[in-house]
């Protein structure tokens, strides 16, 4: 999604986490791209996306595409690194921020893969009253992913191997995370933010049991040195994915706490479910209860708080 007055405090906040990390050396029209391992870059749109391209035997791999503005950009700033012949594009979901370039690579060759439902959820065209009137507005049928894999699928290119694990029902129903081996590289999509409250799109499947489990699931798959890169902002560690873990529960409890008491919206919001957490390190204050209503609309849908314990990274 791209930073629409629906979402603008948690989209802003996003952007915002990502502005101290460091990038470089090579900018290009916006672009600003580095070297996390050999073979592999992150690279960071103008409009704060982050895209994951390894560039692979026969070919580079993108882990999401950006917005459909400034894929340009992408594409130049891929090409001054030699790795401009890209050969596949995986959707880690269906917001336009992250399928946005699939015309653009797909005319040039790639093939794009996404899961079933990030394809169906992105031919929808509606408004969302509940939210602001949010618009969600359908993909062009070009930036429609050819390629949908519903279960664990894995791609072999060379001496890397690329993981698509489906994480259902967390920030929306079709999100896919992408574990890049031997890198030791995990692209969330946007189930993982950093330093900011994330964006929950109940209303295209997503949960907040959905995202603790997701979550728990990313810190499972990878160890203590692992680096998770977000759909926007810094890099993270195991333990920032943690951290944010541990948030998640925290205000998901409070939340559910209060709505077991308070039948309505403004009851629940007026506990400040997200006090404890709104002077420290995930965003502004006033995102705070952005969050917690959008926890509260996915408890009323059905949503739990997930089960279990964290797993601790191995
Ligand atoms: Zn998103």
New binding site residues.
Partial sequence: ?TCSAARLAVCAAGLLAGAGSTVAPLRAQGVAARKVAPRLYILRTAAGSNVLALAATGGTLLVDAGPADGVEALGAALDSLGIGRVRYVVNT?Y?DD?IGGNAYFGQRGAVVIARPAARAEAQVDTVIPEFNGWRRVAAAADALPPVTVEGPTTIHLGSDTVYLVPAPGA?TSGDLVVRVAPADVIHTG?VYEVGAYP?IDVWAGGSVAGMIEATRRLLAAGGATTRYVP?HGAVGSAADVERYLEMLVAVCGAVAQAWKREATLDAVMAGRPTASFDDTSWGPARHGPVFAELVFRSLERGSGCGGGTPARPR
Avoid: A, E, K
Wanted: no cysteine; glycine share 12%.
């Fill in positions: 999604m979901h917001h992250h920030h946007d964006f759909g």
